[in-house]
């Protein structure tokens, strides 16, 4: 199984509906919540090249994106493979 990391907020939905999608393909994944630690948005940026909307999403350290990433590559049938590492 993939290592794969979220960071995210609490209040955020984009948040809730990728780790909804992650839970229902019964992918554990290690979350990382900015808003209670916020030493660790700038880590966030620089993994993510820029990336500074949450969720952030990395599979093996791969940065894949967001939300809407996530769920893109999830209808071209690419999701799986890379959770299965």
Same mark, same amino acid.
Request: include cysteine; aromatic fraction near 10%.
């Given at each position: &199984? %993939?290592?794969?990391?979220?960071? %995210?907020? /609490? #209040?955020?939905? $984009?948040? *809730?509906?990728?780790? +909804?999608?992650? +839970?229902? !393909? /019964?992918? =554990?994944?290690?979350?990382?919540?900015?808003?209670?630690?916020?030493?660790?948005?700038?880590? &966030?940026?620089?993994? +993510?090249?820029? /990336? #500074?909307?949450?969720?952030?999403?990395?599979?093996?350290?791969? *940065?894949?994106?967001?939300?809407?990433? &996530? $769920?893109?590559? =999830?209808?071209?049938? !690419?999701?799986?493979? &890379?959770?299965? /590492?």
């Amino acid at each position: &199984m %993939s290592k794969v990391e979220v960071y %995210s907020k /609490g #209040y955020c939905p $984009f948040c *809730h509906r990728a780790k +909804a999608l992650l +839970a229902e !393909k /019964g992918v =554990d994944f290690i979350e990382y919540g900015i808003d209670v630690r916020p030493e660790l948005r700038d880590e &966030m940026i620089s993994r +993510a090249n820029g /990336g #500074y909307t949450v969720p952030q999403i990395f599979i093996n350290d791969q *940065h894949i994106g967001g939300c809407d990433d &996530m $769920f893109a590559l =999830d209808a071209q049938n !690419k999701l799986d493979p &890379m959770l299965a /590492g």
